[in-house]
């Protein structure tokens, strides 16, 4: 880490736990009493959800990634901009980083970005979730060192043991019987709600994190809007697709065939209002449009609400 990182990490202001505070996230005290009494009248996730989808001109990052790629980034793609402009986003943006839990909004402390990585490209492969844990001072070398070095291990070592621990606790799981299982969920869900789920279980769970994303391009398919899990506490789903193209007419009559990234973000109504969202989605277009600006660390870390 270079020293513009380790001075933004010096400068964030260190939080004591307190009570009410869960091993995941900071319990926001300072939030106004509409935005919680809201939580009861938008009982789960799938009640609050809000959608939109956008789109930018894709010219840009081609031609980083493929600068990227000449510079020795095997395999970087949209991608890597993608995710490394939503950590950025969080670094000035924290609020699209809450979560609720139990009627309660809390800042998380990590920014986790969970994504389903298949073997192969083939219909019957093997596929896992990754969980990546990344810091807001992350750059996008950083953002694409941790994913890549975990995606190339699971997809092209036999030995590599990448997401093994998840993968068994599943395999382990399911040997028990339905209505097993069923008690077992229900007394997560009691767990979840009281901050008390063991954080060896929360380091694994992909329904427990800032934001799932998933390339629907690679399937050949356009986005989706993407439900959220009630269960867990991501408040986010982001599907992006690359395959767009526009012929498009300029102002002096001549035709241009342009290609586009597709996203489609679903969001947690109640964890932030329609400016803060709107703001933090004018940000993340554009480190889109410019990505050569996630090369270098955020000159500050803004901090969420008390």
């Known amino acids: 880490m270079d020293d513009k990182k380790i001075d933004a990490v010096e400068k964030a202001p260190v939080y004591k736990r ?83 839990n139990g009627h309660r909004i809390y800042a998380r402390n990590n920014i986790e970005v969970s994504m389903m990585v298949k073997k192969q490209m083939t219909l019957n492969a093997p596929e896992t979730m990754f969980k990546f844990f990344f810091k807001p001072e992350y750059t996008i070398n950083d953002v694409y060192k941790d994913m890549h070095t975990k995606i190339y291990a699971y997809q092209n070592e036999p030995d590599s043991d990448e997401s093994e621990d998840l993968d068994s606790f599943f395999h382990k ?6 209505w097993i299982l069923r008690l077992f969920m229900k007394l997560l869900y009691k767990l979840d709600y009281h901050g008390l789920i063991p954080p060896s279980l929360l380091e694994l769970s992909p ?29 986010m789903f982001i599907t992006f697709s690359t395959n767009r193209h526009e012929n498009e007419v300029q102002t002096d009559g001549t035709v241009v065939r342009k290609h586009y990234l597709d996203f489609f973000i679903t969001m947690d109504d109640r964890i932030c209002d329609g400016q803060y969202y709107a703001e933090a989605l004018h940000e993340f277009r554009k480190y889109l449009k410019n990505p050569e600006l996630l090369e270098t660390p955020p000159k500050e870390i803004v901090q969420d609400i008390p």
């Open 173 to 178: 799981a399911l040997k028990f019987p339905r």
């Open 207 to 235: 329904f427990h994190g800032s934001m799932v994303v998933s390339s629907m391009g690679s399937l050949g398919v356009p986005s989706v809007f993407h439900h959220l899990y009630n269960f867990g506490n991501v408040p």
């Open 18 to 100: 307190r009570r009410g505070d869960r091993k995941d996230g900071r319990l926001l005290r300072s939030i106004e009493p509409i935005a919680i009494f809201s939580l009861y009248v938008m009982d789960s996730r799938n009640d609050a959800n809000n959608y939109i989808s956008d789109s930018v001109e894709l010219s840009a990052i081609q031609k980083y990634v493929h600068k990227k790629r000449n510079e020795g980034f095997d395999g970087i793609n949209a991608m890597y901009v993608l995710v490394a402009a939503y950590v950025r986003v969080v670094s000035q943006r924290p609020g699209i980083n809450r979560f609720i």
